[in-house]
């Protein structure tokens, strides 16, 4: 399995980024997705997640903000991230939901900052 993260960048507070994951080697519409996020100096978390179907679960500092989605006809999953807040500034990964793969992407980088 392959996952190629992309859509970070350089966003203001308030603002809002997409990522997307470009998943390959299974089909993604069989399994749990999740996003996670590794936060300068400290350990990855789960951010987010879907399961085969759609229901979706949020850490705690991210509900109502993010949302996670899947397109299974692209086998993309995507990580909407709105009202965007300096403290969620990582790179984030995808891999996925529930067990993660051993194997992760390059991952794509967020930072938020005035």
């Known amino acids: 399995v392959q996952f190629v993260e992309s859509g970070g960048g350089l966003e203001q507070p308030g603002g809002s980024l997409r990522l997307s994951c470009a998943v390959s080697g299974i089909n993604a519409r069989f399994y749990a997705m999740g996003w996670y996020r590794q936060p300068p100096g400290k350990q990855r978390e789960l951010v987010a997640s879907i399961t085969g179907g759609t229901t979706t679960n949020y850490l705690d500092t991210v509900k109502g903000r993010f949302t996670i989605s899947r397109d299974n006809a692209k086998n993309t999953v995507y990580l909407q991230m709105n009202s965007l807040k300096p403290e969620d500034t990582a790179v984030y990964y995808c891999?996925?939901?529930?067990?993660?793969?051993?194997?992760w992407g390059q991952g794509t980088q967020v930072t938020v900052s005035s």
């Open positions: 891999n996925y939901g529930i067990v993660p793969d051993r194997n």
